[in-house]
C-alpha cells in the first residue's frame, strides 16, 4: 500500500498563488507516477497534472503555463505551485499515486485532500 499525507491549500484572491505538497509513504517502489487531480462542487474528478517515475509531465490544458509539477525523489514528494489563479480552479485538490503494472492491473491511492478557494 502507498500513503499520501498533502498539506497547503487555503484562500487567495485571482492572480494569486498557492503551493500543494503530498507526501507518499509505504511500497514506494510500486508507484508508476504521481500527478494531482481536483473536483469541484457537482463535478467529476479531473486530471490537474501528472509526473511518472521517469520524469514524464503531463499537464491538463487548462493549467499549462500557470501550474508546475515536481517530485523530490529523495524526499518522496511531489508539490503543485500554482500560479495566476483563477475562480474557476477553486476545488478540492487531490493527491494520486498509480501503482502496479499491466499484468497485475493498476491500483489508484489518493490524498485526504486539500481545498483551494479562489474568491474575487
Known amino acids: 500500500q502507498v500513503q499520501l499525507v498533502q498539506s497547503g491549500g487555503g484562500l487567495v484572491q485571482p492572480g494569486g498563488s498557492l503551493r500543494l505538497s503530498c507526501a507518499a509513504s509505504g511500497r514506494l517502489f510500486s508507484i508508476n507516477s504521481l500527478g494531482w487531480y481536483r473536483q469541484a462542487p457537482g463535478k467529476q474528478r479531473e486530471l490537474v497534472a501528472a509526473i511518472t517515475i521517469s520524469g514524464v509531465i503531463n499537464y491538463a490544458e487548462y493549467v499549462r503555463g500557470r501550474f508546475t509539477i515536481s517530485r523530490d525523489s529523495a524526499k518522496n514528494t511531489v508539490d503543485l505551485q500554482m500560479n495566476s489563479l483563477k475562480t474557476e480552479d477553486t476545488a478540492v485538490y487531490y493527491c494520486?499515486?498509480?501503482?502496479?503494472?499491466?499484468?497485475?492491473?493498476?491500483?489508484?491511492?489518493w490524498g485526504q485532500g486539500s481545498q483551494v478557494t479562489v474568491f474575487s
Open positions: 494520486n499515486a498509480l501503482t502496479g503494472d499491466f499484468q497485475l492491473g493498476y491500483v489508484d491511492y
